[in-house]
């Protein structure tokens, strides 16, 4: 197995630099996975019912693919094809795929990996019948874990997301959402997302689409009241100088709306106030009790909104028409004992629909493959819905499927390569992803390999 150095920005440049000389041929593979083949930029209803893939038959050539010096898919067709347009020597590196599938790297969500503290505690009083909230109410969940990243340094909690990082890179994801929202104050929140900027610049492996989340809940001692004009009269502002002055990189603003935690017209103001800074609306909704996040969402044009297991028929509806990806998470509803999110009505009624593992010391999982099982057999989609949710619809969700979660020429060179003869067993061999995937590729470098190559 090869691990990368990953802790000196130097490490990175320089590795970037090399890689800028690189070509890279996948060829003999089995099935090559397209997902789709027209640059749509997500996968709604009937269209999610299949997805586009080269296949080969007994006998048959395999098929190839071809990246460019630049990180980007040059080419892909059968062997033969590729073997009269491209010449022998052409190329620096070379994979021999035959009998394997490649597939495109997988894109996880939702994720909250900054933090300190382990719940394992918490996870025994859930199974002693306590609620989330009832956790909640006695100081324990996202309160345990805010007093932890206070006492923390930059470095502890950089030290502890690199080591996420990888475990997630292991199990073949090379896009993450990754969420501040355990600091609640100015001064932390900034803290964990100066981490994720980091991070961005420092760990090419895996990349982030980085979600400031100041309203993950009411900081103790404080009104919702106080805390939604901290958030957007602060927080938002200082933020934002931030960013202007190169410090921060954010993309995405969000809020927990809940019952209890920030109700329909604070997350208004909250959303809209990191809206006019720029930032892209991508929040928790009707988790726990029906809040209209579904319709909050349309009306604000969000990009996305996580959880919706309580989500209305008229918040579906509103979804739907303004194309407002649903980020679903089988991991907090499994872990909960929450009713599932309505996976099924979202997708008939043309929902596009993306998972997320929903990483956090609450859903402590870092593998989109076991996401992805978990979404066939508690949320009853399909596999083909499974991996269209863990790779194009994922990037919809980040607003990055112009360049990621499919195998098209243009496209970024994000794969994975698995030692099975069809896509599926990525899904169906649950929890068997350490022994399947032979290669992780980011932007054409192989960043993980099974075995040294």
């Known amino acids: 197995m090869q691990d990368w150095p990953c802790h000196t920005k130097e490490y990175s440049v320089a590795r970037l630099k090399e890689l800028s000389m690189q070509r890279l041929l996948i060829h003999h593979a089995k099935q090559v996975v397209k997902v789709c083949e027209n640059g749509e930029l997500v996968l709604c209803g009937e269209q999610t019912k299949t997805v586009s893939l080269l296949d080969s038959k007994d006998g048959e050539?395999?098929?190839?693919?071809?990246?460019?010096?630049?990180g980007a898919i040059e080419a892909i067709g059968?062997?033969?094809?590729?073997?009269?347009?491209?010449?022998?020597?052409?190329?620096?590196?070379?994979?021999?795929?035959?009998?394997?599938?490649v597939l495109p790297g997988l894109i996880d969500g939702h994720t909250?990996?900054?933090?300190?503290?382990?719940?394992v505690h918490e996870f025994a009083m859930k199974l002693a019948g306590a609620t989330y909230m009832d956790i909640h109410k006695m100081g324990g969940g996202i309160h345990f874990t805010v007093q932890h990243v206070e006492d923390a340094t930059e470095d502890e909690l950089y030290d502890a997301l690199l080591k996420r990082l990888h475990a997630m890179l292991r199990c073949g994801t090379t896009t993450i959402e990754a969420k501040s929202g355990y600091g609640l104050d100015a001064k932390n929140e900034i803290k964990m997302l100066r981490v994720l900027t980091r991070?961005?610049?420092?760990?090419?492996?895996?990349?982030?689409?980085?979600?400031?989340?100041?309203?993950?809940?009411?900081?103790?001692?404080?009104?919702?009241?106080?805390?939604?004009d901290d958030i957007v009269n602060n927080q938002?502002?200082?933020?934002?100088?931030?960013?202007?002055?190169?410090?921060?990189?954010?993309?995405?603003i969000d809020v927990f709306c809940e019952k209890g935690v920030f109700d329909t017209e604070a997350s208004r103001q909250?959303?809209?106030?990191?809206?006019?800074?720029?930032?892209?609306?991508?929040?928790?909704g009707d988790e726990l009790h029906p809040m209209k996040s579904g319709e909050l969402g349309a009306l604000l044009n969000a990009r996305a909104i996580s959880h919706l297991e309580e989500v209305s028929d008229a918040g579906v509806v509103a979804m739907a028409d303004k194309c407002v990806t649903a980020v679903l998470l089988p991991t907090t509803a499994y872990i909960l004992k929450l009713k599932p999110p309505p996976a099924r009505q979202l997708i008939e009624q043309g929902v596009p629909v993306a998972l997320g593992s929903d990483f956090n010391p609450n859903a402590f999982c870092y593998s989109m493959p076991v996401v992805m099982h978990m979404a066939c057999c508690i949320l009853r989609m399909s596999m083909t819905e499974s991996l269209i949710g863990a790779t194009l619809n994922a990037a919809a969700s980040i607003g990055l499927s112009k360049t990621h979660g499919s195998l098209e020429v243009?496209?970024?060179?994000?794969?994975?390569?698995?030692?099975?003869?069809?896509?599926?067993?990525?899904i169906y061999q649950f929890a068997g992803h350490d022994q399947l995937i032979d290669y992780v590729i980011k932007r054409g470098d192989v960043v993980?390999?099974?075995?040294?190559i």
Not at 61 to 70: A, D, I, M, P, R
Not at 236 to 252: A, R, S, Y
Not at 412 to 423: E, G, H, N
């Open 112 to 119: 909250h990996p900054v933090w300190l503290g382990d719940r």
């Open 199 to 228: 991070a961005q610049k420092e760990f090419p492996m895996i990349e982030i689409s980085s979600t400031y989340c100041g309203a993950h809940a009411i900081p103790r001692g404080k009104t919702m009241e106080e805390a939604t």
């Open 236 to 252: 938002i502002p200082t933020i934002k100088k931030l960013m202007d002055q190169g410090q921060l990189l954010v993309d995405n």
């Open 410 to 426: 243009g496209k970024q060179a994000d794969i994975l390569i698995i030692d099975a003869p069809k896509w599926e067993h990525l």
């Open 78 to 101: 059968s062997d033969i094809e590729i073997k009269k347009r491209f010449s022998d020597g052409c190329f620096t590196k070379e994979i021999d795929a035959s009998g394997k599938c």
């Open 61 to 70: 050539t395999g098929y190839s693919l071809v990246v460019n010096e630049k």
């Open 448 to 452: 993980y390999s099974k075995t040294p």
């Open 270 to 284: 909250i959303l809209e106030a990191g809206k006019k800074i720029g930032l892209h609306i991508n929040f928790h």
